[in-house]
Each structure stands twice: as C-alpha cells, then as structure tokens.
C-alpha cells in the first residue's frame, strides 16, 4: 500500500489532482483538498501518480 502525502502549505486549490484521480482527491465547495482516502490500494496507484505529475506546485508525494 502506498500513502498519499499532501503540502498543504504549497497546495493551491487547483484542482488538477481531482480531475486526474477523482476517487482519491476531493475539493469542496471552499477550493480545500481533502482526501477520499490516504491509502492508496494497486487499483488506484496509477492514478494517484499520474496525479503527483500533474500537481502544478508539486504538493503531492506518495510513500511506501
Ligand atoms: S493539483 Fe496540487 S495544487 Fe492543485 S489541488 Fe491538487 S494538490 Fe493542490
């Protein structure tokens, strides 16, 4: 299982990361990230990386 890491100092409400993996990211209504889940299963980890590149402020990490 890999964990997602969010900066949410450097994260900018973009958006991206939700638009890329909508079952893991979330904003609300505010623009603030939240995570569906901070566990990423092999199901979404392709997702979830594909997310981490298109990050525009490099705000996501992941961790084994
Ligand atoms: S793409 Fe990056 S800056 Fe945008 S909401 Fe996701 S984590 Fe934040």
Redesign the pocket.
């Known amino acids: 299982m890999t964990r997602i890491v969010?900066d949410f100092d450097?994260?900018?409400?973009?958006?991206?990361?939700?638009q890329t993996a909508p079952e893991v990211?979330r904003?609300n209504d505010e623009g603030e990230?939240h995570l569906r889940r901070d566990q990423v299963d092999t199901e979404h980890e392709g997702l979830v990386a594909a997310?981490v590149r298109?990050?525009?402020?490099a705000?996501?990490k992941v961790q084994p």
């Open positions: 969010v450097r994260c900018e409400g973009h958006g991206l990361c939700e990211f904003l990230l997310a298109v990050c525009p402020v705000a996501l």
